[in-house]
């Protein structure tokens, strides 16, 4: 039972915008959405999480549907070097190691991102 | 520069022999753990450490040990190391606990036990 469902591969053009969808229809409402990225075997990289407002960093848009069923990752002029397998997951704040809570991160299958010159 | 750094990154070993692959972070963060990431089987973890001399086990743990007895350090030990623990290794730490989903990871080791 994936918990959130994305594309298995997706195609870009070097200097447009990536929109990377994921949906999460069953989301509970004090569960994150966060993303990573893995580039070929190196280690993940953080991107961005959010919970219901749209978040914006250095890196990349998170937008969220209103019933939170749904986001996009957008990356606003992608590059080369986003080429990558990127993960979309979600889970609620993390608990403190006395209740339960381990730090742990959970990544599903991921979609591959391709950037093309 | 703010980062994670693991050492070997390759390694290639035989069945038995103790091998102790390091992980150390620049950060001051609290919370460290140990992945394995295998074909089909995406992402486990090991093991993780809320804070010094605190570690507790992950979804993977048998065949493994770590410590923390510093902040900045948390090696992963292999005792007698097995074919089956082939596999690419990545720590990753995190202010935690809110700052969980922002972790931060190492480039990982690649190990082949033979």
């Known amino acids: 039972d994936a918990k959130t469902t994305q594309p298995t591969s997706m195609d870009c053009a070097e200097g447009r915008a990536a929109n990377l969808p994921c949906n999460h229809s069953?989301?509970?409402?004090?569960?994150?959405v966060y993303w990573y990225r893995q580039i070929h075997s190196q280690g993940p990289q953080y991107i961005i999480h959010g919970l219901k407002n749209n978040e914006t960093n250095e890196m990349a848009s998170l937008i969220i549907t209103e019933d939170r069923k749904s986001s996009t990752l957008i990356l606003p002029h992608a590059t080369l070097r986003d080429t990558a397998v990127y993960y979309c997951?979600?889970?609620?704040?993390?608990?403190?190691?006395?209740?339960?809570?381990?730090?742990?991160?959970?990544f599903g299958k991921g979609m591959k991102l391709t950037v093309n010159p | 520069e703010a980062q994670v750094t693991q050492n070997p990154r390759y390694l290639i070993t035989v069945t038995g022999k103790k091998l102790t692959v390091t992980c150390s972070q620049n950060m001051n963060h609290e919370y460290m753990s140990w992945y394995r990431q295998d074909p089909g089987l995406g992402l486990r973890q090991i093991y993780y450490?809320?804070?010094?001399?605190?570690?507790d086990k992950g979804d993977v743990p048998e065949g493994y040990k770590v410590s923390r007895k510093e902040k900045r350090n948390f090696p992963l030990i292999l005792e007698s190391p097995s074919p089956n623990q082939t596999s690419l290794y990545f720590c990753?730490?995190?202010?935690?606990?809110?700052?969980?989903?922002?972790?931060?990871f190492g480039p990982g080791t690649r190990l082949t036990v033979t």
């Open positions: 990753a730490s995190s202010s935690g606990p809110r700052g969980v989903y922002e972790q931060y």
């Open positions: 450490s809320m804070n010094v001399e605190v570690t």
């Open positions: 997951n979600r889970a609620p704040l993390t608990e403190p190691r006395e209740q339960g809570g381990s730090e742990k991160l959970v």
């Open positions: 069953t989301i509970s409402g004090n569960e994150y």
